[in-house]
């Protein structure tokens, strides 16, 4: 079956950074767009990123634009996120989710606070 086990969570101080990594299993990964989202606490889940199939092509929301990259290791199942200049609002769960398919990990808990 699916599964998707996100890791590297945190607590980290306002301008540090953190690798959230996403271990897929059960499907063919490297055929698969994923992405990564967002929940904090009494808001919507909200999109961070995605990347393509081949990690080509990535896209970023406005928020994380420039401080976030996405990517992914085919070889090994893999997708990262690597989250640098980190703010207090970027506390939130985070989720791994294959884009075509309604599969999510259980998240990981980042928590940006001095």
């Known amino acids: 079956q699916v599964q998707l086990v996100e890791s590297g969570g945190g607590l980290v101080q306002p301008g540090g950074s953190l690798r959230l990594s996403c271990a897929a299993s059960?499907?063919?990964?490297?055929?698969?767009?994923m992405s990564w989202y967002r929940q904090a606490p009494g808001k919507e889940r909200e999109l961070v990123a995605y990347i393509f199939w081949d990690g080509l092509n990535t896209n970023y929301a406005d928020s994380v634009k420039g401080r976030f990259t996405i990517s992914r290791d085919n070889a090994k199942n893999m997708m990262y996120l690597q989250m640098n200049s980190l703010k207090p609002e970027d506390t939130a769960v985070y989720y791994c989710?294959?884009?075509?398919?309604?599969?999510w990990g259980q998240g990981t808990q980042v928590t940006v606070s001095s």
């Open positions: 059960g499907f063919t990964f490297s055929n698969n767009a």
């Open positions: 989710k294959i884009v075509a398919l309604n599969y």
